[in-house]
């Protein structure tokens, strides 16, 4: 991705790296609860109650973002609200965990997209062989899951996926200085839209008798994917995003699948095919390549 001016190449910092690496650990063992948690509760219900979570109490003490309603009304458009709304309903329609894990990655490519677009920093060539290479390697994965699952699912991911890239960066582009600030914020909008959503399609009654019988396993998953995945995930996501650039950040994610994969086989017995392996490890080499570089002094404290 093209450097933007005055800006000088350095490694990221170890903190910064621990940091990120500690988002991987809790985004990679989130698919596998959140499928845990989706068993009797309809998505955008459990949806509702995730982000009721993030938002109450935090919003009564952390002060709203100081980059204007718009921006926060946007990214929680994309990041909260319609990456997960997608993510949920795949998860909820039959997407194995460990491989939304891995499909749910090609926000990676589609993050390197949506910057040149809206950022215009203009991919370079070895780039754009990445994305080639990444987009033949999800080709691969798409076809093997074609020939033993319904592709509805799978559709339904990738359109979480560019929801989620979309997000990605215009949270960069808003370099909000609090990252729990945008989280708690940007996360208010979802849960009368989720649930307002979950009443019309799912019924009154339904949505009233999931949230009376709720199990043991719902409820820890809600806390774990708001506390979690939400408030220290993305918290620790849009600070480091609001510090360097989105191809700095992002390639982090790249062990997602790794986490997920094991998670999903380990506890569902989830056990990926020769398919989705070899697709999935030629997807992983090409978002390296497309992604994975020198990067950039962070804007203000490197610590």
């Known amino acids: 991705m093209a450097r933007p001016p005055g800006e000088r190449l350095v490694s990221v910092t170890l903190r910064h790296s621990l940091l990120a690496l500690v988002v991987v650990v809790i985004w990679g063992l989130n698919f596998v ?4 948690g989706l068993k009797g509760v309809p998505p955008l219900v459990f949806l509702a109650m995730r982000f009721t979570l993030v938002v109450i109490p935090a919003i009564f003490f952390v002060r709203p973002p100081t980059i204007g309603w718009r921006n926060v009304l946007l990214i929680g458009s ?33 993050s390197v997209i949506v910057s040149a677009l809206i950022l215009k920093e ?8 990445g994305i080639v290479i990444g987009m033949a390697g999800l080709g691969v994965v798409i076809f093997g899951h074609g020939n033993e699952a319904p592709w509805l699912p799978l559709v339904v991911t990738l ?28 996360g208010a909008i ?15 009654t339904v949505v009233g008798e999931s949230l009376a019988n709720l199990s043991v396993i719902a409820i820890l998953s809600t806390v774990y994917t708001a506390v979690g995945a939400s408030l220290v995930g993305y918290g620790i996501w849009n600070f480091l995003l609001s510090r360097y650039p989105t191809s700095a950040v992002v390639p982090f994610t790249l062990l997602i699948p790794i986490i997920g994969i094991i998670t999903a086989w380990l506890v569902q017995g989830e056990v990926p095919t020769l398919t989705q392996l070899v697709g999935g490890a030629i997807m992983i080499a090409g978002l390296s390549a497309a992604v994975v570089q020198r990067s950039f002094r962070p804007r203000g404290r490197s610590d």
């Open 33 to 36: 609860v959140i499928d845990e």
């Open 78 to 110: 994309f990041l909260s609200f319609g990456q997960f709304v997608l993510l949920y309903i795949a998860l909820a329609i039959g997407m194995p965990a460990g491989l939304a894990s891995l499909v749910l990655q090609t926000q990676v490519v589609l």
């Open 122 to 129: 203009s991919p370079s060539r070895r780039q754009v062989v």
């Open 159 to 186: 359109l979480a996926a560019l929801s989620w890239a979309v997000g990605n960066v215009l949270s960069r582009r808003a370099k909000s200085t609090s990252s729990l600030s945008l989280v708690v914020w940007s």
């Open 190 to 204: 979802v849960p009368i839209p989720s649930l307002a959503l979950a009443l019309l399609f799912d019924g009154p």
